[in-house]
């Protein structure tokens, strides 16, 4: 299981950090990712960390978003920074089946959290 927190409702420019906490199973072998869906949009990837901790962002956010792990306590952050009002939506962590050569799409992940709502205005 998969649960997200963090996120808020913040004004342009501020920097909010989402954690992503794995319960069960603790062990970090599988890529996660981050994925937002704004309203009427599609849910998109904007980060991922593989196992070895290599990491990679959507074009859209690089730049303004970082992943990180802590493996001792089982999380995955998403720090961003200098937030704007399209960074609104519901951000959701999920964990894929492979440990490494993960994309962020949609479609390569399998155990999803509930999400956590940024709100930028």
């Known amino acids: 299981q998969l649960v997200e927190s963090g996120g808020g409702s913040v004004r342009p420019g501020e920097t909010l950090r989402l954690a992503c906490t794995g319960t069960?199973?603790?062990?970090?072998?599988?890529?996660i990712g981050w994925f937002r869906q704004a309203p009427g949009k599609e849910r998109e990837g904007v980060a991922g960390i593989e196992s070895d901790g290599s990491t990679s962002y959507a074009d859209s956010v690089k730049g303004r978003f970082t992943i990180s792990q802590d493996n001792a306590k089982n999380t995955v952050y998403l720090q961003i920074n200098s937030l704007k009002p399209e960074d609104t939506g519901m951000y959701y962590c999920?964990?894929?089946?492979?440990?490494?050569?993960?994309?962020?799409?949609?479609?390569?992940?399998?155990?999803w959290g509930q999400g956590t709502q940024v709100t930028v205005s």
């Open positions: 069960g199973d603790t062990s970090r072998t599988n890529c």
């Open positions: 999920a964990k894929s089946p492979r440990d490494s050569h993960c994309s962020l799409s949609v479609e390569n992940y399998n155990v």
